[in-house]
């Protein structure tokens, strides 16, 4: 039996945006181009209300997909997230179920199934269904479709949803013997080092593996096993967020401070934005994570104008930490300030499309728990901006059924 957990977060999933063009791209990079492309028009058919169409499109454009360029998967991750955004967030029940029986009946090959089964899983109910799609996600592994193979291993990746350290490693260990060059692959081995970083340090060690000077050594485990801690190895050699944690390693039992201390600098100052990122949520799990060294560092990050995940998680960050710490002698000035840092997380135009977390979700509570953050702390008026900033952004929605709705309670208040 798999051992799993089940939420309400729907991770970094694996998809394709490409829509199905009378005369198909011929390059590799014709096609990032077009699935950027798709993905684009897909976000502004959700601003226009229009959910079932951009469903529809992201769903027709991962069929449509090339196997001989699996290193599309890098560039396809972000349909998915957005597509599973859609359906859990914005789509209510009826229209969800309408979708699926409608777009997604079963075809020839395995990407229709591919998305209900990834879909099934996200959700985040622990029933026998979902079991049974958790089951099925580990025969899509054997998929003959690459991205549905990638999207699969990915998934079965991911310690927050299946909790056997040896199931999860198996999974990327195929990940990164097979696809060694991707991206999605890079992550999906630092998923690992997320889950444990909060841990002590022999632990993290452990999920480091093998020094980098010898990615071979074997682990003492079956053949299998070893050849997967090799290949996790190779991938953790070239990472700059494992050679981050790597360096901090000596100080995490010593000096923690000095270990976070490092980890921040590199969350600052690292000249890629996912190692940016893989160094903020390292940090951020560490026990010493309240330090003023940590508040330094997203409060810096926060105010970038980059348009990049590390900066959208960090606003984040400095949403939370201003409520836990807000007193009312706070001038009106800061009130207004952290409401329209809360409304710049609703623009979705990423520069760098995100996996690492998924930040539609995020991005959209942290709206939502400021608006009701501000009405508790009587202003309503900004509590109400927030709210029809939020129902304008996503209309005919979950969300603007729901903001409606706060409305008018705060106006049968009398508020």
Not at 15 to 38: F, G, H, I, N, R
Request: hydrophobic fraction near 40%.
């Amino acid at each position: 039996m798999i051992p799993f957990r089940m939420a309400s977060f729907p991770l970094i999933l694996l998809c394709v945006s490409t829509q199905l063009l009378a005369e198909a791209p011929s390059s590799l990079d014709e096609w990032v181009a077009q699935m950027q492309a798709d993905r684009t028009q897909a976000e502004a058919l959700v601003d226009q209300g229009n959910l079932r169409a951009a469903a529809d499109l992201l769903a027709a454009s991962w069929r449509g997909l090339p196997p001989a360029y699996p290193e599309l998967a890098d560039t396809a991750t972000a349909s998915m997230q957005l597509l599973l955004f859609i359906m859990e967030y914005l789509m209510d029940e009826p229209t969800v179920s309408l979708f699926v029986a409608e777009s997604l009946n079963p075809q020839p090959g395995d990407s229709d199934k591919f998305i209900r089964t990834v879909y099934d899983v996200a959700i985040g109910q622990e029933t026998a269904g979902k079991t049974q799609a958790t089951i099925e996600m580990t025969y899509l592994t054997e998929s003959a479709n690459p991205f549905v193979r990638i999207g699969a291993l990915f998934m079965l990746s991911d310690p927050y949803y299946f909790t056997d350290p040896a199931f999860v490693k198996g999974m990327s260990g195929i990940l990164a013997r097979d696809f060694p060059n991707l991206t999605v692959t890079q992550e999906a081995i630092r998923l690992s080092l997320y889950a444990v970083a909060d841990e002590d340090p022999d632990v993290i060690e452990q999920a480091l593996g093998p020094d980098p000077g010898d990615p071979t050594k074997a682990q003492g485990g079956t053949p299998s096993q070893n050849a997967a801690e090799a290949a996790i190895a190779r991938v953790l050699s070239n990472d700059e967020v494992a050679g981050a944690l790597r360096e901090a390693l000596p100080d995490l039992a010593a000096d923690p401070p000095r270990a976070l201390q490092k980890l921040c600098n590199n969350a600052l100052n690292a000249s890629e934005w996912r190692t940016r990122y893989g160094c903020l949520l390292i940090a951020e799990r560490r026990p010493a994570q309240s330090s003023a060294a940590f508040k330094t560092t997203f409060s810096n990050l926060a105010k970038r104008e980059n348009r990049t995940p590390d900066v959208a998680h960090a606003r984040v960050l400095a949403g939370n930490e201003f409520r836990g710490s807000y007193t009312p002698e706070k001038s009106q000035t800061t009130l207004d300030e952290a409401a329209r840092a809360a409304l710049q997380l609703l623009q979705t135009d990423w520069t760098a499309f995100p996996y690492e977390r998924n930040l539609y979700e995020e991005c959209l509570k942290e709206v939502q728990n400021m608006a009701a953050w501000m009405a508790e702390q009587g202003h309503v008026e900004t509590a109400k901006d927030l709210y029809r900033a939020l129902a304008q952004k996503y209309p005919n929605s979950l969300v603007s059924s729901a903001c409606t709705n706060r409305l008018e309670e705060l106006a049968k208040n009398g508020d």
